[in-house]
């Protein structure tokens, strides 16, 4: 059956608005609980969130739901969605929770779950917990129902582990760091690892209020990070997002670099050290052609999936691929983590520039991109633009200009109403032209 609840990336939407509301976070609860526990004598479930102030709701009615059918839960506080997958195995819970819309304002928020391998759920799991929705759960006896606590060296583990990714007998002393936060889950592990490993480091986006993830802040805003580089001189800038399973990175010139140039980088690593499982790497359909190019010239392949990088790591998980990632900053190495991880990214970025002796410009320009442009454009509740003549007949026209000199991708949001409308050129005018007439074509019909 088609999912109501689920989206491409858990549950998610406005706080306090259905399906964010602290009812429907009970029910999921009680679901998800009730469908993972297993034969032994304790069910546990991991719960961990960002610094959205509806954290607190859904926090508390998932617990409810969760002690409802026996599991026993603990609380971890703010974390990064990663370290989700690496304690919900390390503490081997039956499930793990995180609360975040990821990039989104903190007027969203949203439910991740996670199996007790650590990695997201499937699309029969999630299903199976739907059919449980609604069809409605049988809970626990009252000598049954399970206790909550909170675990004080959560974020501790996470950051211990995290240093050991770094390699071994390796430093960043000397390297000044730029680390914007974006006031979200790692405003406090990520200083913590980078300092420990010895940069000096300069924070930014570590002061949060329940209202300022993300707020021109973080990857999706990078701006005020490349500024804050290019003022006190520093050697690299990274820009995570408001649950650090995402990064951008900043240049010594203020440049901005992203996810498809950090995959290149360690791809051709990873390659030249016999890393590389398969010689390929996993890539969604968003990502730039130049990388597709430059790939080839290394002898490295690409697979690509759907948007989300839970299509990576399913594809990577099928073909025992062991990277991957997105364009949008999402790097998956399944070697060291079960999720896009953008601090453990960014010290594989940071390795290389220890090992080399080389500036983050020259190993964040690892390929020359094909011009490309992305637009995103909201539309209507209850409106399908995609479904209309007009727009198809947009996107027919523009596949003919594009002839086999580029690429048009055009798709619904899957975590938002939004149509984003994304054309790769080698010819720039061409590119304008296809843009204006699909945006055109498609605020037209929104």
Known sequence: MGSKFFGTDGVRGQ????????????????????????????????????????????????????????????????????????????????????????????????IKLFGPDGFKLNDGAE????????????????????????????????????????????????????????????????????????????????????????????????????RKVLDTRADLGICLDGDADRVVLIDERGCVADGDQLMALIATRWASEGRLAGDTLVATVMSNLGLERHLETQGIGLKRTPVGDRHVVEAMRASGHNLGGEQSGHLVMTDYATTGDGLI????????????????????????PVPQKLINIRFAKGKTPLETDVVRTAMADAERDLGGDGRLLIRESGTEPLIRVMAEALDPAVLSRVMDKVVGAVRQES
């Open 15 to 110: 706080a306090n608005t259905w399906p964010m509301t602290a009812d429907m976070a009970l029910r999921l609860g009680a679901a998800a609980g009730r469908y993972f526990q297993r034969d032994k004598q304790e069910h546990r479930v991991v719960i961990g969130k960002d610094t959205r102030r509806s954290g607190y709701m859904l926090e508390y009615a998932l617990t409810a739901g969760f002690t409802s059918t026996g599991m026993n839960v603990f609380l971890l506080g703010p974390v990064p969605t990663p370290a989700i997958g690496y304690l919900t195995h390390s503490l081997r819970a039956d499930v793990g929770v995180m609360i975040s819309a990821s990039h989104n304002p903190a007027s969203d928020n949203g």
């Open 127 to 226: 299903a199976a917990i739907e059919k449980l929705l609604e069809d409605g759960v049988s809970l626990s006896g009252p000598d049954y129902i399970g206790r909550a606590r909170r675990v004080d060296d959560a974020r501790g583990r996470y950051v211990e582990y995290a240093k050991t990714t770094f390699p071994q007998r390796r430093r960043l002393d000397g390297l000044r760091i730029v680390l914007d936060c974006a006031n979200g889950a790692a405003y406090r592990t990520a200083p913590e690892v980078l300092w420990e490993l010895g940069a000096e480091v300069i924070p930014m986006g570590v002061e949060p209020d329940g209202f300022n993830i993300n707020l021109d802040c973080g990857s999706t805003r990078p701006e005020g990070a490349a």
């Open 345 to 368: 990214g960014a010290l594989q970025f940071l390795a290389a520039m220890v090992e080399t002796g080389q500036k983050a410009s020259t190993l964040s320009h690892v390929f020359e």
